[in-house]
């Protein structure tokens, strides 16, 4: 294909067809308008392939020299706005390989060689996902460390816990903040494991079937940082899978939703504790809006529009699982879509963890150096509730099965117990002594210590339990961890 060719039909592969593109077709197959956002993965995979043909002798030093100079420029003119992307070009690739050469001439030709855009682009996704996945962590710190502190202020404030929505047991703020640290410390534990997978190199796989030329893939996945904790390359061992799986994504993918599942249910409670009908916490104005029709009203949307967008990341697992079942190896047009929901999914993702961890911990002021406008936590609301629901009704049962009582029959006493507590609309802690030895003689004065919301908090001093000791323990192994 002569220059002239590439000019004239402002195509990358066409000296074959006899009749140009329609507008439509033109449209529906380009994908430059979302796949440029690559742009810089791309120019770093290529960088890295120019660099190994010319070591290997396969194009010369002053070719790579050219290919530098003009990988330079493009990435010059694209950070200044200046570049002009063209839906002729089709894709990202084709749209900075044809200005390279319109750049540099001939050396920019010759960076194709030994390569393929179907290895080109899966390269350039994986190296580019690499990068979210990268920031993506550090927002799930933050994100932690947000929940942390409000943990940490709040470790002896009481509230119901609940099964079914129903008070359960009386248990720590700080403990109920902790059970999110631990989703959030695992989804970070998968996005790691993803990235795993992710950073290897599929280039020199070539269209589908591997080159002729010598390549040194090795040497590429090293430059391109893609190794092993102990700095082995990871390359793609087979070229056809090299080319066509995107079971990278869509793993990442799963761990996005894994993710954004466990912010909806936070998102979940914010908004049910936020409600008039429990007044446990508030979270600032800036995330709140107001209704055009009452004005008393003050609506969580930022939880909403997050339990909202789970099912928008949910949707692109689902879409990008589907993509791949049935493609027949190797490469395949199917693959283009991957993008916009592989893209989507990052966006929806980092933009949440970001606004959770703000509206979390509150967002820090230089002025005070300290951190303001996190969610503010109402301490007797939260109380009153756990007094509500004879949350304590477990404790006095262990306390009769520590005075010998087997559990199911204390279970049962208990039921008693508590049935006569509803008839006379009181706490269990508030009917008297003489009532509850009705139940069971063995009852005596110290059974007031448990059936006390903190007696009852205190007595599960088991690891990983709600007493304040195990939860100040916690935090200190969690800090310690984000350190
Ligand atoms: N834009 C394409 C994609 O996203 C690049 C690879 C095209 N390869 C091909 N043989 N048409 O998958």
Redesign the pocket.
Known sequence: MSQNQFDKKSQG?SALFSEPMSDLVKRYT??VFF?KRLWQADITGSLAHAEMLATQGIISRQDLADIERGLAQITADIEAGAFEWKLDL????LNIEARLTQLVGDAGKRLHTGR???D???TD?RLWLRGEIDLINTLLIDLQTSLLEVAEKHVEVILPGFTHLQVAQPISFGHHMLAYVEMFSRDAERMAEVRQRVNRLPLGAA?LAGTSYPLDRERVAKTLGMVDATGQPQVCQNSLDAVSDRDFAIEFAAAASLCMVHISRLSEELIIWMSQNFGFIKIADRFTTGSSIMPQKKNPDVPELARGKTGRVVGHLMGLITLMKGQPLA?N?D?????EPLFDTVDTLKDTLRIFSEMVGGQFNPATGQKEGGISVNAEAMERAALKGYATATDLADYLVKKGLPFRDAHETVAHAVKAAVTHQVDLSELPLAVLQEFNPTIEKDVFDVLSLRGSLNTRNVLGGTAPRQVRLQIARHRQRLA
């Open positions: 592969w380009s994908s796949d089709e894709d990202v690739h393929s855009r179907n080109q682009v899966a996704v269209a490469y047009k693959n283009q879509e991957d993008k």
